[in-house]
């Protein structure tokens, strides 16, 4: 399993741009899909992005296409995630997460149950 800590978050207004960082520490970083969640308050856990083992393949969700970009460096075991153009609902607690079950390199997954292991969250929150 890999240990992820986040960090990048922070406070930002409307139209402004951050990014975030997942560091990993097991060793199985390269074989792991990563994928980007977050949570509002008073919401449900939603998928953000997602990015193959090599970084060859991404997904998003509709509501940050176009506006966020993941990716990833294996030599450094760490994922990103670059927001851009930041809205007011973008505001929420942003987790990444290892997903170890992927059945071939190019595969990327966006249900939280296929990802074993989780980051501790980094805040985001955007004013208007």
């Known amino acids: 399993q890999e240990q992820l800590v986040e960090s990048g978050g922070g406070s930002v207004q409307s139209g402004g741009s951050l990014r975030l960082s997942c560091a990993a520490s097991?060793?199985?970083?390269?074989?792991?899909?990563m994928g980007w969640f977050r949570q509002a308050p008073g919401k449900e856990r939603e998928f953000v992005a997602a990015i193959s083992r090599g970084g060859g393949m991404t997904v998003y969700s509709d509501s940050v296409k176009g506006r966020f970009t993941i990716s990833r460096d294996n030599a450094e075991n760490t994922v990103y995630l670059q927001m851009t153009s930041l809205k007011a609902e973008d505001t929420a607690v942003y987790f990444c997460a290892a997903d170890l079950g992927t059945w071939y390199a190019g595969q990327v997954r966006a249900g939280p149950q296929n990802y074993g292991s989780w980051g501790q969250g980094t805040q985001v929150t955007v004013s208007s």
């Open positions: 097991g060793r199985t970083f390269s074989r792991a899909a």
